[in-house]
Every structure is written in structure tokens, then in C-alpha cells.
Nanobody, 120 residues
Framework: QVQLQGSGPGLVKPSQTLSLFCTIS??????????WSWIRQSPGKALEWMGV???????NYSPSLKSRTTISWDPSKNQFSLHLRSVTPEDTAMYYC????????????WSQGTPVTVSS
């Protein structure tokens, strides 16, 4: 059974870097048929795709967030992470890590969501 467990700080100050982690169980992060992504939802807004890391470690990002975002991984821990730099209150959101199909991009497994508030 595939499960994703997100973790990270619930409160970050403006201008700091937000770092979130997603630990995978039930499958390997290097499975070729899937990528691993981050999606967020700010209050009152639609889901926003942030980026994805493929099974070979290459990452692609949303153009609107590319300059501030890094997705990295640690295969030894079966874990991937999100680092969002220079956060503002507009980055306040529920953050989800997901498994995405390499074929059609659909997200078939989601974490429970990690709430993040950016505030001084």
C-alpha cells in the first residue's frame, strides 16, 4: 500500500526558506513509472501544481515558482523535499506531496496535507 507522509514546520517567517519533506512507503521513489510532485492550495484558491521530480532525479517546476523552488530527493530515505525560498504571506497554504503517473501526469496518491502559515 503506497503512502505519502508530509512533514515540516507549520509556521515560517517572511523572507525565510520553507522546507517540507515527504516520506514514501509501500513503493520505491526510483520506480520508473512515476514522478513525485508538490501541490498546494491557498485559502479560497484552486490547487496549484508546484513541480515534479522524475524517477531519475530530474525536476521540473511551475514557471511562476521556478525562481524560488527546488525539489530534491534522498533515495536512501525514500524521501523527497520541497524548498521554497523568500516566502511571503501569499505562500500560506496547505501543501501536498503526491505520486504522479509518468504516462498521463495523474496524481494517484496524496499525502494528508501539511498546513503552512507565513507570518511574522
Amino acid at each position: 500500500q503506497v503512502q505519502l507522509q508530509g512533514s515540516g514546520p507549520g509556521l515560517v517567517k517572511p523572507s525565510q526558506t520553507l522546507s517540507l519533506f515527504c516520506t514514501i512507503s509501500g513503493t520505491s521513489i526510483t520506480t520508473r513509472d512515476y514522478g513525485w510532485s508538490w501541490i498546494r492550495q491557498s485559502p479560497g484558491k484552486a490547487l496549484e501544481w508546484m513541480g515534479v521530480m522524475a524517477a531519475d532525479g530530474d525536476a521540473n517546476y511551475s514557471p511562476s515558482l521556478k525562481s524560488r523552488t527546488t525539489i530534491s530527493w534522498d533515495p536512501s530515505k525514500n524521501q523527497f523535499s520541497l524548498h521554497l525560498r523568500s516566502v511571503t504571506p501569499e505562500d500560506t497554504a496547505m501543501y501536498y506531496c503526491t505520486r504522479a503517473s509518468a504516462t498521463d501526469g495523474s496524481h494517484d496518491h496524496w499525502s494528508q496535507g501539511t498546513p503552512v502559515t507565513v507570518s511574522s
